[in-house]
């Protein structure tokens, strides 16, 4: 985002900033208490002013710097401490403010508040985040999404923990830190930085078959989200919801994204990476500065207690999810990120979920990797930030905080009084437990009775079903795409004998067309994988006292598809690739006609500064061609008049409109404009072929060809074997 002087750009004013449509909730009001704006005077930490901040004292104004220099050490002391741990996994994220708002009063289902009332709303406080990388890594690897909400609802903090992909790649929390050091980079050497494309992740998931239905979500488009608001969201395990009198049923947890499900392409997220490392995390703060707030709906997927049994798999198992053609996703509320955070470190670094922060109303299950999360989190928070973390502005809940807990590390409140303890006569009756108040949490009574055991459920050993179902699910690109990122991933193993063992232990189960595909592109010989493939770990298993019925089954579930189109292009950019003398009426029909519709048009040229068009007005460049590479854009237009024969000629311009081809989108090219198509040696589809986005016409024709393509999103069956980019 450029700003046209040195005033505080929108977003960085601190307290009393003003943005376009940025909206206040209760809890950045809330926050606003601890948003301390910069003063005229500089102080140190003990309020002292300074004099001078930019000479250390010194013997001699040549001599040795001063250990009673307490200003120095100061400023030194709290640079050389700015650092906590990042974050063992989803290191590197972005989060937003926003409302969470109820479309009707669910207090049927459950008891909890945000869902207590149509029209009712709760400040939320959302990160996303990528898996494997560190904090400085870039926004587009090949990774699962981290999807956190945080809900400040009036009884207190409710996380949503959840991944933007339903089904997870492990299905018992004991086999977390495994994976995630065979993901992770390689300890030797510290090679791949955010990547799964090597031999230790591999190895791992080829001995471990519960990985392979989440291996068909992390190898198709899905793990490349084009952005934070193309993204579904999910909670991920069986929850279970409680109403008020105590009855319960499970659930499922879905946002759906308003603006829809898109992707990008291999290529195109690998490019990014390099061109724009914060492209995701860019574009969610400029559109929330903008006002084109991200939205989603929430949806609920909602099994009663005597279905618990009904499927062909079980419940509790986290590598499976509910199709939606056997249990429609109930869409319950609207989520809408509206504000940027003010600082990155005080609140997106220091926000702290927790899976086990619920409230009354929500509820756990035994999905035995949701169990070993309801550890996992409190205790990393205490590893990164301390004991305290709760009394941070961003993990405070809204309503008051009461009780006996004391002390710790960097402790905020204070507490006044002689009494720490309960029950106390001394002190009153403050705190005092609430045995009778309806809104206190209480654990929902589930019977328990079984043996101690250490073995996974023989209800949780069917790996292929839906890793199947997945692949059925697809359309024929979508299947095109998942076998390059297979093919790409094991062709990347140094250890040949890694992908075999995929191919043996995974690949020939999920689907034969799968495995013969990747075979070819791999090399590898599926009888000889099978020969000489190590077995896979299988762990103890008991049989449960009872099984999954596999009454409601599905081969194909069409909602796992990306292929649909959606209505609207708001927020989607759009390349003008310009020069001197462009025609300058084309340029203004492409504009107001795209604009009105919200998408972003940025023109490009060669320099920066401004061009004269053919009506000899002056038109700003909103980047010179050096600085906007095509993976940032969603499409292309080339326009006529005196700059396209010049472009035609231009090696940036050519790459440039090949690179867009290549990645699906949507091209136009109007008048002189055609000239690039011959020159960039983009293929013509034959006569009568399907439309595969490429339009020539006149303006209005590019802006109905440029809307249709955008909403559809892609022509992901080009021929682009020939494209060199
Ligand atoms: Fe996790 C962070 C999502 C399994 C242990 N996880 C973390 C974050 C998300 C998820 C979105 C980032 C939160 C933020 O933005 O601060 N994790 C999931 C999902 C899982 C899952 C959807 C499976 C359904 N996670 C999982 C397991 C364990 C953990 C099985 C451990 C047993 N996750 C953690 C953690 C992290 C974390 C170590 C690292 C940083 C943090 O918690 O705050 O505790």
């Known amino acids: 985002m450029t700003h046209d002087s040195f005033a505080p750009p929108q977003g960085g004013g601190g307290h009393d900033r003003a943005t376009h449509g940025s909206v206040e909730t209760a809890k950045t009001v809330a926050l606003k208490h601890d948003t301390v704006p910069p003063r005229e005077a500089m102080t140190s930490n003990q309020g002292l ?41 989803h290191a590197r994220g972005a989060a937003a403010h926003g409302v969470f708002e109820a479309y009707e009063d669910l207090g049927a289902l459950t008891m909890a508040s945000p869902f207590a009332a149509k029209g009712k709303q709760t400040p939320v406080f959302v990160r996303f985040s990528t898996v494997a990388g560190s904090r400085g890594s870039a926004d587009t690897p090949r990774d699962v999404r981290g999807f956190a909400v945080k809900f400040y609802t009036d009884t207190g903090v409710w996380d949503l923990v959840g991944n933007d992909m339903p089904v997870f790649f492990i299905n018992d929390a004991i086999k977390f830190p495994d994976l995630i050091h065979a993901v992770k980079p390689e300890p030797h050497v510290e090679i791949p930085q955010a990547a799964s494309a090597h031999d230790t992740f591999w190895d791992f998931a080829s001995l471990s078959p519960e990985t392979a239905h989440m291996l068909m979500w992390t190898m198709s488009d899905r793990a490349l989200p084009r ?13 279970r919801l409680v109403d008020a009198k105590g009855g319960s049923r499970f659930v499922k947890f879905h946002w759906k994204p308003v603006k829809g499900v898109h992707s990008q392409v291999w290529d195109e997220a690998q490019k990014t990476s390099g061109k724009d490392a914060d492209y995701q995390r860019r574009e969610m703060f400029e559109s929330i500065e903008r006002g084109d707030f991200l939205e989603w709906e929430l949806g609920l997927q909602i099994v009663e207690e005597t279905d618990e049994f009904a499927f062909d798999f079980d419940l509790l198992d986290s590598t499976k999810l509910i199709p939606e053609e056997l249990v429609p996703v109930r869409p319950v509320g609207k989520l809408t990120l509206n504000r940027n955070p003010d600082n990155y470190f005080a609140e997106t670094e220091q926000v702290a979920f927790c899976v086990s922060h619920v409230v009354p109303g929500i509820d756990f299950t035994n999905d035995p990797l949701l169990q070993g999360r309801l550890h996992s989190y409190l205790d990393t928070q205490l590893r990164r930030i301390g004991p305290n973390f709760a009394e941070l502005p961003i993990n405070r809940p809204l309503n008051p905080v009461s009780n006996n807990r004391r002390d710790g590390f960097a ?30 949490f209480r654990s929902y009574a589930e019977k328990v009775d079984g043996h101690k055991i250490r073995a996974r459920s023989t209800s949780f050993t069917d790996y292929f079903s839906q890793a199947t179902m997945f692949w059925n699910s697809m359309a024929s690109w979508e299947k095109d795409h998942i076998v390059a990122g297979f093919a790409f991933e094991l062709n990347q193993c140094e250890t040949k004998a890694v992908p075999k063992a995929v191919m043996a232990n995974l690949l020939v189960n999920i689907h034969p067309d799968l495995a013969a595909r990747v ?39 069409p909602a796992l598809s990306m292929d649909k189109v959606t209505k609207g292009i708001k927020g989607r950019k759009i390349a003008v690739l310009a020069g001197e003398g462009v025609d300058g009426a084309q340029l203004g029909t492409l504009r107001s006609a795209l604009e009105a519709r919200g998408a972003i048009i940025e023109v490009i040229a060669n320099r920066g500064g401004t061009i004269t068009c053919s009506l000899g007005k002056s038109v700003k460049v909103d980047r010179p061609a050096a600085n906007a590479p095509s993976v940032i854009y969603d499409a292309v237009v080339v326009p006529g008049g005196a700059s396209a024969p010049k472009l035609a000629g231009t090696g940036l311009a050519l790459a440039f409109v090949a690179e867009a081809f290549k990645h699906g989108k949507p091209l136009a090219f109007i008048g002189e404009g055609t000239a690039l198509i011959a020159k960039a040696h983009l293929p013509v589809p034959a006569a009568g072929a399907p439309d595969q986005g490429v339009t020539t016409g006149d303006a209005e024709a590019a802006v109905s060809a440029l809307v249709a393509g955008l909403e559809k999103h892609r022509f992901p069956n080009r021929d682009i074997a020939s494209v060199a980019a």
């Open 227 to 239: 952005s934070f608001a193309h993204m579904e969201g999910f909670g991920v395990h069986t929850w």
């Open 49 to 89: 002013k300074i004099s001078d901040d930019q000479n250390s004292e010194k013997a001699g104004v040549r001599g040795g710097s001063l250990l009673e220099d307490f200003l120095l050490r100061e400023k030194i002391t709290a640079f050389d401490h700015e650092r906590i741990p990042e974050r063992v996994v």
């Open 411 to 440: 402790k905020a409140t204070i507490h006044p009084g002689r009494v720490s303890y309960f029950p106390s006569a001394l002190g009153g009756t403050h705190p005092a437990h609430q045995p009778k108040a309806p809104d206190a």
């Open 519 to 557: 075979a070819e592109e791999t090399g590898l010989d599926i009888a000889e994988c099978q020969r000489v493939a190590p077995k896979p770990v299988v762990t103890e298993t008991a049989a449960p006292a009872e099984m999954p019925s596999g009454r409601l089954k599905v081969a194909a579930s």
